[in-house]
């Protein structure tokens, strides 16, 4: 039974990863991921109906409508890439790709420091490295709270068979009828 449940358990959550991956297009997801990561900003640059998917997606979710200003941000950053598409020079290329092949901001996100972290602190890179990586991602916190009832599961279920083994070993030994004298 423990076996099914953590079966199901594992079959739920394969589920849910692929149903979120096929929910953005590549490009609606890289600025949907830039927004989650650069919050209240999208650094990369997109084109511009990348935008427009991604805002699309996010309207079909009203609690990210609601509790969010996603929309308006992506829709800010969509008029900024316009104004920065216009302001290129004829021939030059309108987005850059960084080495995952999606679209960033030209130089990275060096800001200038020369050490291209941006001038982030210590605790914020290591949030950067253990959080998750795109907004298709599984949350860290998720997956440690799952390990954590799965380990509680396995606690139970060991101490149950530990006690059905002991109270096998323990059977009363058969009643003698007395000695007579």
């Not at 394969?14 to 830039?34: E, L, P």
């Not at 650094?43 to 997606?57: D, K, L, N, T």
């Not at 009203?62 to 890439?81: L, T």
Request: net charge positive; aromatic share 4%.
């Amino acid at each position: 039974m423990l076996l099914g449940l953590v079966a199901a358990l594992v079959a739920s959550a394969g589920s849910a990863s692929a149903a979120g991956s096929a929910s953005y297009g590549n490009c609606a997801g890289a600025v949907i991921s830039d927004w989650l990561q650069n919050e209240p900003k999208v650094v990369g640059h997109y084109p511009i109906h990348c935008y427009r998917e991604a805002i699309s997606q996010l309207n079909s979710y009203p609690d990210v409508k609601d509790y969010s200003n996603a929309v308006d941000d992506i829709g800010r950053a969509e008029r900024q890439e316009i104004l920065y598409q216009k302001a290129l020079p004829a021939g030059a290329p309108s987005t850059t790709t960084n080495e995952g092949g999606t679209p960033a901001a030209p130089g990275g996100n060096d800001n200038g420091n020369g050490n291209g972290d941006g001038g982030k602190s210590i605790i914020t890179k290591v949030f950067d490295k253990v959080g998750p990586g795109n907004a298709q991602s599984i949350p860290v916190p998720l997956l440690v709270l799952a390990g954590l009832a799965l380990l509680l599961l396995l606690a139970a279920a060991g101490t149950w068979i530990a006690k059905r083994i002991q109270a096998r070993k323990l059977a009363p030994a058969p009643a003698r009828p007395p000695q007579r004298p």
